[in-house]
């Protein structure tokens, strides 16, 4: 007679043996006939939990996990496993809480404090995260995913220099390791180190060729460079056939058809949170027609705040797929009967660009966080402007159909309180103050050379460039030996950390006169920022998307004298207007009036474009169809 321990046993077995050969619904018939066998198997339990924790069937997981602590109350792997599923979803501080659980019941528990560190980086508590790590690696010193992590807290502390030497010890330890070359990438390209950058990126994917993150960084660190659209294209459609799946999952459309039913739209995006995405989704999300339409946003944001919360009062559906697969995340939408689904994110940090591959809905549209092409022909449209995108190339180095607004591709939504305008700091101290308050990923040597020259040609002036990284020593040094190669002064630049409020960011533009905007990566919401506190923002229009952004802003708002055509122009344009105070004065008094009148600053009629575009996809793709 088979005693119930063997035959547990033999269902143990027989659910190893189907996990191995990929057949979890036999897994899990196998695992809940132990538990009817043996009820107060606690292993059972934790073993079924990590299959619908692999299925992302997460509330059965942390059941099963649950029972099995219940079970046995000293069991590290299960407190460890609960701690583990908290952290995917995003939910830190439960993570923190069975993370500790873990390390109290096995105080040698590496991968716990490993976990525990990176749940304390995300919720910005560094000093714990690195004390964690430390832990982890006083117990295993040749652990290459702790060095890692360690050195990803450490570019958070924007300890730049101390963050490389992690990486590299990360790599000495295992020398094909794909991440920590990714991540070295990442280092490089912050402090404005372009090509260095891409060599990283570019090793990780020799090392892995479909490694999904390293294609992503290559094509946003190429628009700080003078790649052409065409360079970029190819690149772009490169990702593409990496990341393409050879049987791509086909989904049977099931939306209502009817061509002026309530449309459904969905956007996609890990920024719904204060980042400069949301200035200008929450200006749309703000007077969308819900009458007409039926908002959907899927949420890749780990670290939620107020504007979160803002953006899901605009939505009728908020729904998180932190930590869920492309595929549920695709069987989502699908299910939701999405009409046009939106990415909101292009290749930039934190993208789910891999749910479009799959098409879930009938029609999508790429626009706003990323300025070109994402290279996947199942997106169907982007949205622009004349001026970003004017017809003719833009057209051939795109995947997606142009779609050109009316009068302006964005539309911006200052903050409900904001400083008072100062008048030009120049009437005070006699000497003009330009600045710039860009990600300095963008100044790349051309730009630091222009401003050089603007600044030799302008007695007295100085520059302040202000930008996280920039608390950094590493960082500064790098751009103050960048700017004494042209013979500029070290007491002529001024570099400026972060500030710890957007009110005290939007303050410092009053120490500003004139704002020059980098090329060939315009800025965005900083050039937004800069016009909204009065301050003037000299552009040079450039020959693609990117750098044809501030020409966009600054002819949307009548401002077109400030738009330049080539670097000369650029610098003399720079040089004239600091000469020109009368202007500078007009201008802190008048641009702001100009802003709210502007098609930039109408909500309510951008919406409008943007659903009389979504109408229009929709009817078209009916009569197709």
């Not at 570019?202 to 960084?217: D, F, H, V």
């Amino acid at each position: 007679m088979i005693h119930n321990e063997q035959l547990a046993a033999y269902y143990l077995q027989l659910a190893d043996l189907n996990i191995a050969n990929g057949n979890i619904s036999n897994a899990i018939i196998c695992y809940k006939k132990v538990i009817s066998i043996m009820p107060e198997y606690a292993d059972a339990y934790n073993n079924l939990g990590t299959v619908y924790d692999h299925i992302e069937m997460f509330d059965d997981a942390l059941m099963c996990y649950k029972k099995a602590t219940e079970l046995n109350t000293d069991y590290d792997q299960a407190f460890y496993n609960i701690g583990f599923l908290f952290q995917k979803i995003g939910n830190l501080d439960d993570a923190i809480f069975y993370y500790k659980k873990s390390i109290e019941l096995n105080p040698n528990f590496i991968a716990a404090y490993n976990n525990l560190g990176q749940s304390y980086n995300y919720k910005e508590n560094f000093d714990e995260a690195i004390k964690c790590y430390k832990k982890a690696i006083s117990l295993k010193p040749d652990c290459a995913e702790v060095f890692l992590n360690m050195g990803n807290t450490l570019k958070q502390k924007l300890k730049f220099s101390k963050a490389i030497a992690c990486y590299k010890k990360a790599i000495k330890i295992r020398p094909n390791y794909a991440e920590a070359y990714i991540n070295l990438g990442n280092i490089y390209k912050e402090i404005g180190m372009i090509k260095e950058s891409i060599d990283f990126y570019r090793q990780s994917l020799k090392i892995n060729p479909s490694i999904y993150q390293a294609g992503n960084n290559i094509l946003f660190a190429m628009m700080n460079e003078f790649y052409t659209e065409e360079e970029i294209y190819k690149e772009s459609t490169q990702w593409w056939k990496h990341n393409s799946k050879d049987q791509p999952k086909t989904f049977k459309l099931k939306n209502t058809i009817e061509p002026f039913k309530k449309l459904k739209i969905g956007y996609v995006s890990p920024d719904f949170c204060r980042h400069s995405v949301s200035f200008f989704f929450l200006s749309l999300m703000s007077a969308h027609n819900k009458k007409d339409f039926e908002i959907f946003c899927y949420s890749n944001t780990k670290k939620t705040d107020e504007i979160t919360e803002q953006i899901k009062s605009l939505s009728d559906h908020f729904k998180s797929i932190v930590g869920i697969s492309d595929d549920s995340a695709s069987n989502m939408i699908y299910e939701d009967k999405i009409d046009i689904l939106v990415d909101l994110t292009g290749h930039s940090a934190g993208n789910r660009l891999l749910i479009f591959t799959q098409k879930p809905a009938p029609l999508q549209v790429t626009w706003l966080g990323y300025p070109g092409t994402t290279g996947i022909p199942l997106i169907d449209f982007r949205f622009t402007d004349n001026i970003a995108d004017p017809k003719g190339d833009a057209d051939k180095y795109h995947s997606e159909k142009l779609i050109r607004l009316p009068k302006t591709f964005l539309s911006y939504l200052p903050l409900k309180q904001f400083p008072e305008i100062s008048t030009p700091p120049v009437l005070l101290s006699n000497s003009i103050t330009f600045g710039s308050f860009n990600n300095i990923a963008k100044l790349n040597l051309k730009v630091i050379e222009t401003w050089a020259e603007i600044l030799k040609k302008v007695p007295n002036s100085k520059l302040i460039i202000k930008n996280k990284p920039l608390a950094d020593k590493y960082a500064q040094n790098y751009f103050l030996k960048l700017f004494s190669k042209h013979q500029i002064d070290n007491s002529r630049i001024n570099l400026l950390p972060g500030n710890p409020s957007i009110f005290e960011h939007m303050a410092m533009y009053n120490k500003i006169d004139i704002c020059l905007d980098p090329f060939p990566y315009n800025g965005t919401t900083t050039t937004c920022e800069a016009l909204w506190m009065g301050v003037p923002v000299i552009t040079l229009r450039g020959n693609r998307h990117s750098a044809r952004v501030g020409a966009s802003l600054l002819t949307s708002i009548g401002l077109t004298d400030l738009i330049a055509d080539s670097i000369p122009e650029y610098i003399s344009k720079s040089i004239e207007l600091s000469y020109n105070i009368g202007m500078l004065k007009n201008l802190r008094a008048s641009i702001r009036n100009k802003m709210q009148s502007s098609p930039l600053c109408n909500s309510e009629l951008f919406a409008k474009c943007v659903e009389v575009e979504y109408r229009k996809m929709w009817i078209n793709f009916l009569i197709k169809h």
